[in-house]
């Protein structure tokens, strides 16, 4: 099969070139380019310790995005076979002397091991400037931020290390990009409608009534189930057990767990800095849509951490599946493209919000271009997991079922600034190439699409008139405040994933893992209207995207394929195995054998009555485990009338 993905474009960010002359590699794209305008104000000391996580390259990274591309796709003989995480690291991670060589390098050097990890794709150590520079042949260097309020270090120079060493990227050179949340507070006071049953009596939409929209019906819950949020803040435990007290249905029940990184405290920031605002959001967006729950993990790296600890991390933990980000960070880089492509190998699924500030341009002179490493909008386009864009939801009554949807758009159109625009962000990568599985979609070029590079975003949910307590107790945010942004969307997709993976846990105990093929595989097929909600009304446009996006029918770079619709796209994701039916009866001497269709692995069990329309039926015998398509039992004949029947066992 061909390989999964490729990366594509002029601007080689995370790859490895020789220097001229020398007998050093220098690896690109740790230098902001801002730096070719900026006068440097110091030196950063040589005695300030710093933290880096040192990427070293994948064994196969062509072979393992071919696995994810056929352990993904719904008509392959492997789909959802996934690895464990020993086997990926035997086939595709670095070697075990890799590993060992970029130990001794950053001893040599005086940089001292502060975390090691089993996939040996990162190597986290701490030093001295004086050493880190030593080490990378560089300067650190510290400049007056351009827009922010700060200032800020960076080297004068790409780090370079020896030809052989097996390194592709340092995170903690610089910290030019600071980890930025997509949660979307307050533009000022503006009337909606009351459709929600916020506790405040603001019409703000609240618990269940994002499952009334979205899975009308279920009984699923997301028991045994558990999210993993990327964050870069932390949470007031209050604020949390309080939403979840308020909404209900056994939210209290879920555990609520802290993984802290990066040397991070744990301490939620406030005031004019604080985001855990962003954090509250994610963990109580997740609940909202899965309120049975086993556990909601917080994986924290405060306000300087690095996204591959947090990621690897994530990575690591095989009881956690369903991922989600509300975060853009500096890139892409190759590391992280690593550890995406990682998580699909192993089965994990990731939801990642696609961003605020609608239409994603191209070209050097536009604000907001995807891609773009001056910007720090990554992931926003990375094509090894799932983007979210960004709905206004309209429910029936208060919060009792979906009405209809838009682009979720604050501010919006041909007029409106950067500084203004506020809409689900949607584009076409200008690194990534077109993944196979989206090349389904009809008329790509007609929405406004590539037809050769990645499309964004993949699916939606509502941005709009959310409910929220955070700061501590202090503050709800409700109709009147518009919090909102894709940072909802995201968490609520891997809530729902959450019910998908507890049918499937049920059925068996697979995975649905890396989404985004299957997904579009149902939205090319005669199911798309009753598994999607199809948003076609609304835009992201601003000044710089006059005519660039707009809504239509099926896929569009404003919500991607649309909402989930319910059960319909529980089903289709883990279809229910097929009701057993009764193949002839063997006679046999003294009695006869019942014979039914099966699949493998699942349990079955006999019943009979001697009425057709009695209410209690009696077991015959214990329930049958199914080793192939049939099963079958025997049993004597009797001189009364007996009726039969089977059960698919839960």
Known sequence: MPVYFHWAGAVLLCGICSVFGSDLKVLPGHMPKVLSSLAPIGRLAATNQLRLAIGLPL???????DFVAQVSDPASPIFRQFLSREELTARFGPTAQDYEDVKNFAASNGLALALTYDNRLLLDVTGPVAAVE?????????????????????PDTEPMVDPGLPVVDILGLSDFFRPQPKRKGSKGPRVRPQIGTAPDGSGGLFGNDFRNAYVPGTTLTGAGQSVGLVEFDGYFPIDIFNYANEAGNGRTNIVIQTVLLDGYNGTPSTGADGNEGETELDIEMAMALAPGLAKIVSYEAGGNGNQ????????????????????????????????????????????NASGDFGAYTTGVN????????????????NPYITQVGGTTL???????????????????????SYDDATSSAGGISSYYSIPSWQTNVSNMAGRGGSTSFRNIPDVAANADNVYEIFDDGNDQDGAFDDNGGTSCAAPMWAGFMALVNE???????????FVNPALYVIAAGTNYASCFHD????????????????ATNNYDLCTGLGTMNGTNLINALAPPPPAPSFLPPVPGVGGFTLKW???????????????LSATNWTNFGSAITATNSASSISDSFTNSLRFYRVLLVP
């Not at 536009?366 to 720090?376: A, F, L, M, R």
């Not at 049918?503 to 893992?513: E, H, V, Y």
């Not at 948003?535 to 707009?550: A, E, M």
Request: hydrophobic residues 40%; charged residues 15%.
């Open 59 to 65: 064994r196969d990274q062509a072979g393992l995005e």
């Open 134 to 154: 030593k080490a990378f042949h560089l300067t650190l260097r510290t400049y007056r931020h351009p827009t922010e309020a700060r200032d800020f270090f960076a």
């Open 308 to 351: 591959n600890d947090i990621l690897n991390a994530m990575l690591a933990n095989s009881s956690v599946l369903n991922l989600s980000c509300s975060w853009s960070w500096g890139g892409p880089s190759a590391t992280t493209d690593a550890i995406f492509v990682s998580m699909d190998a192993v089965g994990q699924s990731f939801f």
């Open 366 to 381: 536009s604000k907001n271009p995807v891609d773009n490493p001056e910007i720090g909008g990554a992931p926003a386009s």
């Open 394 to 416: 309209t429910m029936n009554g208060e919060g009792a079922s979906w009405a209809s949807e838009v682009v979720w758009a604050w501010d919006s159109g041909p007029n409106v």
């Open 503 to 513: 049918q499937l846990a049920a059925q068996g105990g697979k995975m649905a893992g």
């Open 535 to 550: 948003v076609t009304s609304g835009n992201n446009t601003w000044v710089d995207s006059k005519t660039l996006f707009y």
């Open 597 to 611: 269709s099966t699949v493998a692995g699942f349990s079955y069990q006999v019943q009979y009555s001697v009425k």
